[in-house]
């Protein structure tokens, strides 16, 4: 008779565990940094390696994401919380087997105005942060992002690199959380740079979809406006997941 062999746990696999479970039980909070290493090597008597692997682990896995400079911080949980969950469109494509990239186009400070002050409901003299964006998949266009968001909501935000780090990141690492989602769909044709830029030709129609986010306690903190290739365009309302609140909208024009 052969005697089955158990397989004992390393002490990364355990401590990984540990962590996860940690982040489940909210003592390490969606958007929130982690200790450094050597305060949790401290904490747990491990050594270094053992955290860093364990650590390197769960960045796999999606729950964490390293910043340079600022930390690892929890980016989900295991068990999502009570609040909405909205994936960036990176994430999104690469769930469905896209190499996803993105390609900034314009970043920088501009003064809300008229429209948007009352897309984002603040004075028209508000300033917002402007980020657009060509979405790619395996390097093929994707869609255009043209987002706006209060420039005081997220410290340094002309220090984060969006061509590697979602707009979803910079909120979860502020702690705010999207309790509210508003989608508009409609349709439109793309013209002269933009319709260069999605690799298209001149008049070719578009998807054109008008996202708000809200958070608990800040009110609206996004809105963008994305013109999608129409292949594209459920991948944006694929967007929140589990005890979520998405409202759609849908306009032919």
Do not use: W
Not at 145 to 168: A, C, H, K, R, W
Not at 207 to 229: F, M
Request: aromatic letters at 10%; a neutral charge.
């Amino acid at each position: 008779m052969q005697r089955k062999q158990i397989q004992k746990q390393t002490k990364s696999e355990a401590f990984t565990q540990t962590l996860k479970s940690s982040i489940q039980e909210g003592i390490y909070p969606y958007g929130t940094a982690l200790p450094a290493e050597r305060e949790l090597a401290e904490h747990f008597g491990l050594n270094r390696s053992t955290v860093r692997a364990a650590i390197q682990t769960l960045v796999e896995e999606g729950l964490l994401k390293k910043v340079q400079g600022k930390g690892t911080f929890v980016m989900r949980h295991a068990q999502d919380d009570t609040y909405t969950h909205f994936r960036g469109m990176g994430e999104l494509l690469k769930n469905h087997g896209y190499i996803p990239s993105s390609r900034i186009l314009y970043t920088g400070p501009t003064a809300a105005g008229y429209k948007l002050s009352r897309l984002l409901q603040v004075d028209e003299d508000t300033v917002l942060y402007r980020i657009m964006r060509l979405r790619l998949g395996n390097g093929q266009p994707v869609s255009i992002e043209n987002t706006f968001v209060p420039y005081e909501l997220i410290p340094d935000i002309e220090g984060i690199d969006f061509q590697i780090y979602s707009l979803y990141d910079a909120f979860a690492m502020n702690s705010l959380h999207i309790a509210d989602i508003q989608q508009v769909f409609s349709t439109t044709r793309v013209r002269n740079s933009e319709a260069k830029y999605l690799n298209t030709e001149n008049g070719t129609p578009v998807v054109s979809i008008a996202i708000t986010s809200s958070s608990e306690g800040n009110g609206i903190i996004e809105y963008t406006n994305a013109l999608v290739l129409p292949e594209f365009c459920k991948f944006y309302s694929d967007g929140v997941i589990q005890d979520s609140k998405l409202n759609v909208y849908a306009q032919s024009l």
